[in-house]
């Protein structure tokens, strides 16, 4: 079957760095997404990778090692509204988008 | 840009009564449109998948009869809820893609579904 997992929950301080892991088990695979959900509201993208390799975009990195089927988001510097559920999704060979379980992220003053 | 806009944001209504809910892609022509629910502190549950012009696809699970779900043009697909009973309740997303391989799903700002 097709699986991804992530933490469920995540504590961090004010300023610090966080990584987010994600392993995925997919037939097939198109590309990677992390989206930023905030409590009551739609996801938000954040990045997709395809290649192996870092992408980086300001505050946020995304990393992928698709032999690993593994992937990171990195955020640094946080900031108190980067609390929020963070989700990792895989595109399989259909490109339909498998959804991990989502990793809630409590950022401590 | 691509927004995709979602009406009404919240709805209340009474048990057996049926809801309507519009997906729209504002800037853009969505070839294929998604319909998810997600219970509190869970993930997207995809409900089904909508080609413009064609039957949705549902997943294994979801009542094609009480989701009904149409995609009459390339800008909007509907999402009605029928016969609407309390464990309906729920936050119902939509997502657009522009075409069959464009990697990202734009999203809608959600639907709040109270069955009273």
């Known amino acids: 079957g097709q699986n991804i997992d992530q933490p469920t929950e995540m504590t961090a301080t004010e300023g610090a760095i966080v990584q987010i892991n994600c392993t995925y088990q997919t037939s097939g695979f198109n590309g990677l997404f992390w989206y930023q959900q905030h409590a009551g509201e739609a996801p938000t993208f954040l990045s997709y990778?395809?290649l192996d390799g870092l992408e980086e975009k300001g505050r946020f990195s995304s990393f992928l090692s698709r032999s690993k089927g593994y992937s990171y988001l990195l955020l640094k510097e946080l900031q108190m509204k980067d609390s929020a559920s963070y989700l990792c999704a895989v595109t399989d060979s259909n490109y339909q988008l498998i959804w991990g379980a989502g990793t809630k992220l409590i950022i401590k003053p | 840009g691509a927004v995709v806009s979602q009406h009404p944001s919240r709805v209340i209504c009474k048990s057996g009564t049926s809801v309507k809910i519009e997906c729209r892609s504002l800037?853009?022509?969505?070839?294929?449109m998604f319909w998810y629910r997600q219970f509190p502190k869970k993930s997207l549950m995809l409900m089904a998948t909508?080609?413009?012009?064609?039957?949705?696809?549902?997943e294994q699970g979801v009542e094609k009869d009480k989701f009904l779900i149409n995609h009459a043009s390339l800008t909007l697909s509907t999402l009605t809820v029928t016969s609407a009973h309390p464990e309906d309740s729920s936050f119902y997303i939509c997502s657009a893609r522009k075409d069959r391989v464009d990697y990202e799903q734009y999203f809608g700002p959600g639907t709040r579904l109270t069955v009273t």
């Open positions: 800037d853009f022509q969505a070839t294929t």
């Open positions: 909508s080609n413009e012009g064609s039957k949705a696809t549902y």
């Open positions: 990778n395809v």
